[in-house]
């Protein structure tokens, strides 16, 4: 990325279209073939737009922060640690006729779950419009357009995704929970458990902005494979295709590193679930007596329905080491509540932060041959009913 001064500032054109978040480092370097071992200094992303970020010299790896003026003209800058927020942006419900009360109950519970220290999550409230990750609305299933006749009349809080959009089709309804006005502490409850599911999927998601593998060291393909065919689709990162009930994914992985390399599978449903599929060591591509990884991940079945994900998370595996197993991170989906019951950072310590609930970031070093690589790579698809 060629590096240019505003002023007293420094400037790149790279964004967060290209995963540059605030406080991600980047080494400075004498030339694009400079090893990140030739840093004469470092920057930090102090604002990060879509296609640009403005950056300030920064102490870091052993280096003092250098004057903006003796960055050298026509130096490159190269990602040395990339940070990775994971805090969750939630609209409050907007106000909706006949049902102030349980906004009101809605809003007094969110605050308090965002002041609660150890939560499990870690999300800001912004007011109902904003842009946001997830948006919550306080509704009645049956004043809602396309509403069954016997749809429920009780007012429920409802999750919804950043678009807003609500289906009450089968398989598509949005997670809800049911409000009763004398039932808070069973609100805060619920309401604390979907946001922690939808947060530690969210996170997960994230980490594709996370990876120091480049595409000929390890390769990665899952394919679709349509119902009554016996053909393999490759799914390309860049779109999303749809599948429907019986159809299934496969997948295709080789290493073409030196190295040992860990793969772990996931899915993230479109519930929010994350359902952990397989953990493989991949050997090093000058003592491989097979393909790879070459086999049938999963089929769809009509149980739920949108938008869902693919992920490969790819570790390297020290000699000796124990097999990279992250299905610590499978949990449920976001269900409906219906009824109040009565009563030196590295790849891997970033996948543990998930589980955890990191202080809304986390920091992964990129190095030239120091710490184990890692990389998150993300396919998403949609799910719909077989015509």
Not at 119 to 133: C, N, Q, R, T, Y
Not at 347 to 372: E, N, Q
Request: aromatic fraction near 4%.
């Amino acid at each position: 990325m060629a590096d240019c001064r505003q002023g007293g500032d420094v400037a790149i054109g790279a964004g967060l279209l290209q995963g540059l978040t605030p406080g991600s480092k980047l080494a400075i370097l004498p030339s694009a073939l400079s090893k990140l071992s030739d840093a004469v200094g470092y920057l930090e992303v102090k604002l990060a737009k879509n296609l640009e970020s403005q950056l300030a010299p920064v102490e870091f790896d052993g280096k003092p922060a250098l004057a903006p003026t003796a960055v050298p003209a026509g130096a490159y800058a190269r990602v040395a640690e990339l940070a990775v927020d994971y805090k969750l942006l939630v609209a409050k419900p907007a106000p909706t006729a006949g049902l102030d009360k349980e906004t009101e109950l809605v809003n007094s519970v969110l605050d308090e779950l965002v002041a609660k220290p150890k939560s499990g999550f870690h999300i800001a409230l912004v007011e109902p419009g904003k842009s946001a990750d997830l948006r919550l609305a306080v509704l009645r299933e049956k004043s809602m357009d396309g509403a069954a006749a016997n749809a429920s009349d009780e007012p429920a809080l409802w999750f919804l995704p950043a678009s807003g959009d609500i289906s009450l089709k089968d398989g598509s309804k949005p997670p809800r929970i049911v409000i009763h006005q004398d039932g808070r502490d069973k609100l805060a409850e619920n309401t604390a458990k979907n946001l922690t599911t939808i947060f530690r999927a969210t996170g997960l998601s994230r980490l594709a902005a996370a990876s120091d593998y480049r595409p000929d060291e390890v390769s990665v393909q899952f394919l679709i494979k349509r119902q009554d065919s016996d053909v393999l689709e490759p799914i390309e990162s860049s779109t999303v295709p749809r599948v429907s009930p019986g159809d299934q994914v496969h997948i295709a992985a080789k290493n073409g590193s030196d190295e040992f390399v860990d793969i772990n599978v996931l899915y993230i449903g479109s519930d929010y679930s994350i359902t952990h599929i397989v953990a493989e060591r991949l050997a090093p591509i000058n003592q491989q007596a097979d393909q790879g990884l070459k086999e049938g991940l999963l089929a769809f079945t009509d149980t739920s329905f949108g938008m869902e994900r693919m992920i490969a998370v790819l570790t390297e595996a020290p000699p000796q080491s124990e097999k990279e197993d992250l299905s610590f991170l499978a949990q449920e989906g976001v269900r409906a509540v219906t009824r109040a019951a009565s009563g030196t950072p590295g790849f891997s310590d970033m996948l543990a932060d998930i589980g955890m609930a990191p202080a809304t970031r986390s920091v992964m070093r990129l190095a030239d041959k120091s710490g184990p690589k890692g990389a998150v790579m993300i396919f998403p698809m949609e799910t719909v009913p077989r015509a």
